[in-house]
């Protein structure tokens, strides 16, 4: 089958670094996205990997390794309004979107 | 603002009831996506249209169904209402069928049903 699995819930610290991590087993890859979901509000689109390393787009990065099936989404400087549920969704070799549960992050003053 | 619109933007019915959403996607997308979000849960891939044709099909029960039109707006049609759905329902929309097109969000349609 096809699995994703990330945290459920994570708590940081304004202006400190949090890792939100995520692992895919997927009938093959196409790519890996990231975004950012505040509740009751649609999902925004952060970021997309399909090769491994790190791209870096302001206080957001996202770290992609194939050979370990795992990903991970890094962000500085916390601020409060970073609060949101973190998606994590790999595209599989039929070009469908597998989508984790998610990790709410709660920042805290 | 993601330039994808649904309505209504809340809804409330009864069970048993029958309800149409509507999404209009981006302009020059040609697929649209719903989804369903119920509270503090994932997001569960519904159904996928592509240029007014089925493209995909997730966990969608047969009580929904959804069309994509020639203007490439979409409804989801769903009937026979029960508790249990109540949740929100977003539509997406992406340029092509395949390949790595980032899905941009509609604001969603909170449905609720008493």
């Known amino acids: 089958g096809q699995n994703i699995d990330q945290p459920t819930e994570m708590t940081a610290t304004e202006g400190a670094i949090v890792q939100i991590n995520c692992t895919y087993q997927t009938s093959g890859f196409n790519g890996l996205f990231w975004y950012q979901q505040h509740a009751g509000e649609a999902p925004t689109f952060l970021s997309y990997?399909?090769l491994d390393g790190l791209e870096e787009k302001g206080r957001f990065s996202s770290f992609l390794s194939r050979s370990k099936g795992y990903s991970y989404l890094l962000l500085k400087e916390l601020q409060m309004k970073d609060s949101a549920s973190y998606l994590c969704a790999v595209l599989d070799s039929n070009y469908q979107l597998i989508w984790g549960a998610g990790t709410k992050l709660i920042i805290k003053p | 603002d993601s330039g994808v619109t649904q309505t209504p933007k809340h809804l409330i019915t009864a069970t048993g009831q029958r309800v149409t959403l509507r999404c209009s996607p981006r302009?020059?997308?040609?697929?649209v996506y719903w989804y369903q979000q119920s509270l503090d849960q994932g997001l569960q891939f519904l159904i996928q249209y592509y240029n007014g044709e089925e493209r995909a099909k997730g966990n969608i029960l047969e009580r929904f169904s959804a069309q994509q039109f020639p203007d490439l707006h979409s409804e989801l049609n769903l009937s026979s209402l029960e508790l249990g759905d109540s949740a929100l329902y977003f539509c997406a929309s992406s340029v092509g069928k395949d390949g790595p097109d980032t899905q941009y969000f509609g604001p969603g349609t909170r449905l609720t049903v008493l």
């Open positions: 302009s020059g997308d040609l697929s």
């Open positions: 990997n399909v």
